[in-house]
Nanobody
Framework: QVQLVESGGGLVQAGGSLRLSCTAS????????LGWFRQAPGKEREFVAT????????IYADSVKGRFTISRDIAKNTLYLQMNTLKPEDTAVYYC????????????????WGQGTQVTVSS
């Protein structure tokens, strides 16, 4: 089975930066694509960004484009999300997820999920 563990969340002021990490273990074929999702209180979980593990191709949600950067370190088996110019509306629990498909943005296309890490941006 695949295990995903997020870290790096915390409390920051608006305009600040934060970097999230997600360490993966298990079968490589189960993480052809890695993604970040987030869920704010009272809202549905939404897509943030995705990256092809092998090729490095990326897709971003319009709400974070130009501010967030998704990347991965293959040697460390780790996924990252660099978040800059944070806004209060970025406050949410952030989840990393793995998919056997190529560059997906729908929750139903992801098979494995981490436990989430809290990001809080104060105004």
């Amino acid at each position: 089975q695949v295990q995903l563990v997020e870290s790096g969340g915390g409390l920051v002021q608006a305009g600040g930066s934060l970097r999230l990490s997600c360490t993966a273990s298990g079968r490589t074929f189960t993480k052809n694509t890695l993604g970040w999702f987030r869920q704010a209180p009272g809202k549905e979980r939404e897509f943030v960004a995705t990256i092809s593990w092998n090729y490095g191709s990326t897709i971003y949600a319009d709400s974070v484009k130009g501010r967030f950067t998704i990347s991965r370190d293959i040697a460390k088996n780790t996924l990252y999300l660099q978040m800059n110019t944070l806004k209060p509306e970025d406050t949410a629990v952030y989840y990393c997820a793995a998919s056997a498909m190529y560059l997906r943005r729908r929750l139903r296309d992801y098979d494995y999920w981490g436990q989430g890490t809290q990001v809080t941006v104060s105004s």
